[in-house]
């Protein structure tokens, strides 16, 4: 059975960078759409930043020029810089995936989003 962990996370003041990881246990496809998602308390589960296996990227607007995501085929890990982190970037950080991507790149958050495969988070906390 396919299993995630991240890492990674961690508190910084505000304009810091920190690099999340999302290592994959068992098999890995060669065909796959890969995403980070964040979540605060009360608020809900977010898209942050999505990657699939054509190396198509997409990213929430708040994260803009921000954050960059990456994917690793020597070890099957998904990264995701965050450079000038803000406050308002505080959230526990989920990572997903398929094994498949869709036609429609516009489909990747919602694909992701029904994934039954989730770690279970890291925690990122900036501080003003």
């Known amino acids: 059975q396919r299993r995630l962990v991240e890492s990674g996370g961690g508190s910084v003041q505000a304009g810091g960078s920190l690099k999340l990881s999302c290592a994959v246990s068992?098999?890995?496809?060669?065909?796959?759409?890969v995403g980070w998602f964040r979540q605060a308390p009360g608020k809900e589960r977010e898209g942050v930043a999505v990657i699939d296996s054509d190396r198509l990227t997409l990213y929430a607007d708040s994260v803009k020029g921000r954050f960059t995501i990456s994917h690793d085929n020597s070890n099957d890990a998904t990264y995701l810089q965050m450079d000038s982190l803000k406050p308002e970037d505080t959230a526990l950080y989920l990572c997903?995936?398929?094994?498949?991507?869709?036609?429609?790149?516009?489909?990747?958050?919602?694909?992701?989003?029904?994934?039954?495969?989730w770690g279970q988070g890291t925690q990122v906390t900036v501080s003003s």
């Open positions: 997903a995936m398929q094994p498949f991507k869709p036609t429609n790149s516009a489909d990747l958050w919602r694909i992701l989003l029904q994934s039954k495969t």
């Open positions: 068992g098999y890995f496809p060669t065909t796959y759409s």
